[in-house]
């Protein structure tokens, strides 16, 4: 296989990763390695960079933006149907997401408090994907169009 002789940028999470010179695609990347194995990847990973394409941006962009407007929908109307609970299960400690039903506290109070709490933590993640997508569109506008980066062959 030839060296990469270029780098590119995620259009996803923004690393600046190798361009396969055959496929002009970035190298897989944003997984860790566990028992011999890699175990999960960026979406951006076998992807154009965003030097050259940005629909994969724009898409995941977009697909935050229809998150974050569920989220802010659900937080308005305190539309919660399931709430994040901690148990300790046979292996430590484990987040379950249950129904009212499912609730092991039978006390109206405790089910407002797991509300609220779930609502603070949906107005967080509505306010963190808010800034995911801030940097998704500052990275197209920044580097879209712009040439793939040279690599310093010594070092590659």
């Known amino acids: 296989m030839a060296k990469a002789t270029h780098n590119g940028i995620c259009q996803v999470c923004g690393a600046l990763q190798a361009v396969n010179p055959k496929t002009g695609k970035l190298a897989n990347h944003g997984y860790s390695v566990m028992w011999h194995s890699q175990h999960g990847t960026c979406p951006g990973s076998r992807q154009l960079p965003i030097q050259v394409s940005s629909d994969l941006a724009e898409k995941t962009a977009k697909g935050l933006e229809e998150k974050i407007n569920q989220l802010r929908h659900d937080v308005e109307h305190e539309e919660i149907t399931k709430v994040k609970v901690t148990r300790r299960g046979p292996w430590g400690r484990e987040e379950l997401m249950v129904t009212r039903e499912e609730f092991k506290d039978p006390s109206d109070f405790a089910w407002a408090e797991a509300c609220q709490r779930t609502l ?21 506008e920044k580097y879209h169009g712009q040439s793939l980066i040279q690599r310093d062959q010594e070092a590659a």
């Not at 603070?120 to 197209?140: G, H, N």
Request: charge should be neutral; proline fraction near 0%.
């Open 120 to 140: 603070r933590e949906m107005t967080f993640r509505a306010d963190l994907y808010e800034q995911c997508v801030e940097q998704i569109k500052s990275r197209i």
